[in-house]
């Protein structure tokens, strides 16, 4: 199983441009995560997905959208780049509410100049 | 709301013990113990549930005190591997499996 996995890996963009993130998970997980990491900051929920169909804002969600069509799925967009959005995003999934592990992917490095 | 994890960083020696302590203001379902290295996904360690409960395998142990909505990972007799910076993650009550995580704890053990 190759678990959560993201694409692309690494992206450099320039203020304004969009782009999108994939994450898929081949674990039939219902929850799904998109987290963003930066130094000291620890990592900071933008959005999440507790089953198809359905998005829910985390901690940091403005300037981002995310969708969640197909249940192994969860995209995140970003519309209009900015460079405070130059960061580490990590996607994760989980099966169990409370008590599930959380999967992570290897992270997507964005840069935005 | 973020939880608060201290300490920020610590440096061990190999065999020495240590304890990171993570607080929330909410109350909480569970909590989850994850550690990443430099460059890395996170990788999980444990979940605690309310209730409680303490749990471990091998050198790592964790306790979850709910009334304090309070845990503390503690890892004794420390090797060099368990330098990384470990992150709590908690999920409040009603929270509806959003699991939000502090800003981490920075480990390094030494030789």
């Known amino acids: 199983n190759a678990g959560v996995t993201q694409t692309p890996k690494f992206r450099v963009l320039k203020t304004g441009q969009s782009m999108t993130l994939l994450c898929a998970q081949d674990m039939n997980h219902e929850y799904m995560y998109w987290y963003r990491q930066d130094p000291g900051m620890g990592l900071r929920l933008i959005h999440y997905s507790v089953g198809e169909g359905t998005t829910a804002k985390g901690e940091v969600p403005d300037g981002y959208n995310v969708s969640r069509l197909k249940k192994q799925n969860f995209l995140l967009g970003l519309e209009s780049a900015a460079p405070s959005q130059t960061s580490v995003y990590f996607c994760?999934?989980?099966?169990?509410?409370?008590?599930?592990?959380?999967?992570f992917g290897e992270g997507s490095r964005l840069t935005v100049l | 709301q973020q939880p608060v994890q201290s300490p920020q960083a610590v440096i061990l020696r190999e065999g020495e013990d240590a304890v990171i302590n993570c607080s929330s203001s909410?109350?909480?379902?569970?909590v989850h113990w994850y550690r990443q290295k430099h460059g890395e996904a996170p990788v999980f360690l444990m979940i605690l549930l309310k209730g409680g409960e303490q749990k471990g395998h091998e050198k790592i142990s964790a306790s979850f005190n709910e009334k304090k909505q309070q845990s503390s990972l503690y890892l004794t007799a420390s090797q060099l591997s368990y330098s990384g910076t470990y992150f709590c993650?908690?999920?409040?009550?009603?929270?509806?499996?959003?699991?939000?995580f502090g800003t981490g704890t920075k480990l390094q053990v030494i030789p």
């Open positions: 993650g908690t999920e409040a009550s009603g929270g509806y499996q959003k699991v939000t």
């Open positions: 909410k109350a909480l379902y569970s």
């Open positions: 994760a999934s989980s099966s169990l509410r409370g008590a599930g592990e959380l999967f």
